[in-house]
T-cell receptor, first 114, second 112 residues
Framework: DTGVSQNPRHKITKRGQNVTFRCDPI?????LYWYRQTLGQGPEFLTYFQNEAQLEKSRLLSDRFSAERPKGSFSTLEIQRTEQGDSAMYLCAGREGPSGNTIYFGEGSWLTVV | AQSVTQPDIHITVSEGASLELRCNYS??????LFWYVQSPGQGLQLLLKYFSGDTLVQGIKGFEAEFKRSQSSFNLRKPSVHWSDAAEYFCAVGADAGKSTFGDGTTLTVKP
């Protein structure tokens, strides 16, 4: 158990609907990362936070995607107007401190867009 | 740009046999290298990491990896595979553990 929890674990939605995923890291994780993983591929970095500040966003994060970490604790990833190509597992990971070299993944949230 | 290649999409070994999973990387400076394991439908667990120093790195679950700068490789090994090792294995490279570039993974099947 890494202490990083993600909800919901599975989500099936119709194309065009909005979905939101939540990640709860442990309190020591002042850095929080989001990834997307499609079948047969490795995780791809989307964005990360240092406390409540979003410091970097990948080009993969289109305008339909938004992530927040309002109080530097939990984080949400929202996808608006979902498309079938958004079907993937969305992973969250936490890291301790500014120089920690180990990240701890949650179990992921599966999204299926039909 | 950094990249990782895992040449073997799928490997099958017999229980008790030795294992080597290949990883080749492209990176402009001294890399930080990682191996992760992922069970079906689950998140990733760190097996081991290399930042500097001894090029032979020991990890959890009896795994080790060797960094070879001249070959741009970071192959994962285990002397004797157990059925519970069946999973998908990912190699990753980057200057930051959280912003690493991952390979596409190698699926390990263990025959009884």
């Amino acid at each position: 158990d890494t202490g990083v929890s993600q909800n919901p674990r599975h989500k099936i939605t119709k194309r065009g609907q909005n979905v939101t995923f939540r990640c709860d890291p442990i309190s020591e994780h002042n850095r929080l990362y989001w990834y997307r993983q499609t079948l047969g591929q490795g995780p791809e970095f989307l964005t990360y936070f240092q406390n409540e500040a979003q410091l970097e966003k990948s080009r993969l994060l289109s305008d339909r995607f938004s992530a927040e970490r309002p109080k530097g604790s939990f984080s949400t990833l929202e996808i608006q107007r979902t498309e079938q190509g958004d079907s993937a597992m969305y992973l969250c990971a936490g890291r301790e401190g500014p120089s920690g070299n180990t990240i701890y993944f949650g179990e992921g949230s599966w999204l299926t867009v039909v | 740009a950094q990249s990782v290649t895992q040449p073997d999409i799928h490997i099958t070994v017999s229980e008790g046999a030795s294992l080597e999973l290949r990883c080749n990387y492209s990176y402009g400076a001294t890399p930080y290298l990682f191996w992760y394991v992922q069970s079906p439908g689950q998140g990733l667990q760190l097996l081991l990491k290399y930042f500097s120093g001894d090029t032979l790195v020991q990890g959890i679950k009896g795994f080790e990896a060797e960094f070879k700068r001249s070959q741009s490789s970071f192959n994962l090994r285990k002397p004797s595979v157990h059925w519970s090792d069946a999973a998908e294995y990912f190699c990753a490279v980057g200057a930051d553990a959280g912003k690493s570039t991952f390979g596409d993974g190698t699926t390990l099947t263990v025959k009884p």
